[in-house]
């Protein structure tokens, strides 16, 4: 989605890259950590080590429930526009580019396009990433149309892992699937529909300036005529909260305000607030059990142009500061990104229904539950994310995407 489309930027990147006095490399010895994996180490000379210091980290407690029931709080962080080759091309263990296949350039006299190594941490521009430009790139399952999609090799990048250094260690550390992918083949808002409700309506296109241009049996004068989690959550008496730059107005990242539950009781708006109440509900003791947090700004989105250290420094300094916190011991945490943003992937998704999968994006998993140092292989979609707030929970699927989804639980070691 567009930038003009959602909060302006009303920060500087040195803004965003103060978080409670935390560097974005206090934790890491990265020059040795992914050198050593990158040169042919051992993965667990990365995986030993902790994410947050042994000072700050809060030691996991003896609980006295057992399995699923162990967790007390999920919080879901999306992020923007990233493939899974594009963050993940090299990570051993991984199904990276050592799959990749050269792309026709679509140009005269120029040969096939192979993947390279991006070195900065932004690009000239945004690339396109519509539903149109997607099935172009995914050329009925050729795969072989994402630089004549784009027109631009910038699509065959991936970030040099030194960009990354936050995410890489966080894989190494805890959970990394390379089996997953978004659900929609399009942009930011059907994906984040997904996320949330395990549909779109049929919508796969974004909502420019608010509107949605598109009308179904479910999705109809700007409103969203269906159920998502929150309603059963709310049923089941499950707190949550909804931490979105622009909170109060439909936009890519924030789809809740157009539902008609929401239009009916503007009173629901109140769990739809701005990312920064985030550590401010952290710090007070009042995190909901399921949370999802989204950029606040277009800067912090690591969406394409902006640069992608500022969103990942924002990510991994809430990660740590749960980490350091009283909710740790009972917090499963997820981080994703919600569309392919018009960059390269290798592996074909499979398509389930007639709206996806979209090309494969990375989800990361961290909890003291998590299992350390896994790849994990298991096919999943937005849909499992949902599905594993309805297993913790006990509630009913939405749909048959989300029923027929991995509930993930096989990322986790539970007492």
Known sequence: ????????????????????????????????????????????????????????????????????????????????????????????????????????????????????????????????????????????????????????????????????????????????????????????????????????????????????????????????????????????????RYYAGGSGTLNGWNPLPAFESFQNNPARLSNVVETTQFMRDLDSHSLPSVAWVMPETDASSEHPPYDITVGESDVISKVEAIMASDYWPTTAIFVTWDDYGGWYDHVQPPQVDEYGYGFRVPCLIISPYARRGLVDHTQADFTSILKFIETVHSLPPLTARDASAANLMEAFSFP
């Open 1 to 240: 989605m567009c930038a003009g489309h959602r909060r302006p930027v009303t920060s500087t990147r040195n803004e965003k890259l103060r978080h409670r006095g935390i560097s974005r490399r206090k934790f890491l010895v990265v020059a040795g950590a992914i050198g050593t994996v990158l040169g042919g180490g051992a993965l667990a000379t990365v995986v030993g080590s902790s994410i947050a210091s042994s000072s700050t980290r809060k030691t996991l407690q003896p609980v006295t429930t057992k399995g699923q029931s162990a967790i007390e709080h999920i919080v879901v962080f999306m992020e923007e526009n990233h493939t899974f080759d594009n963050y993940f091309a090299t990570f051993p263990g991984a199904n990276g580019i050592q799959g990749a296949v050269p792309q026709p350039s679509g140009s005269p006299g120029q040969g096939p396009v192979a993947p390279f190594t991006i070195t900065t941490p932004a690009i000239a521009h945004d690339m396109s990433h519509s539903w149109t430009t997607a099935h172009a790139a995914y050329d009925n399952g050729r795969m072989d149309g994402f630089v004549t999609a784009e027109g631009w090799t910038e699509t065959m990048g991936h970030f040099a892992p030194a960009l990354l250094d936050g995410y890489w260690k966080l894989a190494s550390e805890y959970v990394l699937l390379d089996n997953f992918f978004s659900s929609v083949m399009g942009p930011s808002l059907p994906n984040h529909l997904y996320l949330i409700a395990a549909q779109s309506g049929g919508l796969t296109s974004d909502a420019p300036y608010g509107k949605v241009d598109f009308t179904s049996p479910t999705v109809y004068n700007n409103m969203f005529h269906f159920r998502s989690i929150v309603d059963e959550l709310e049923a089941a008496n499950v707190s949550w």
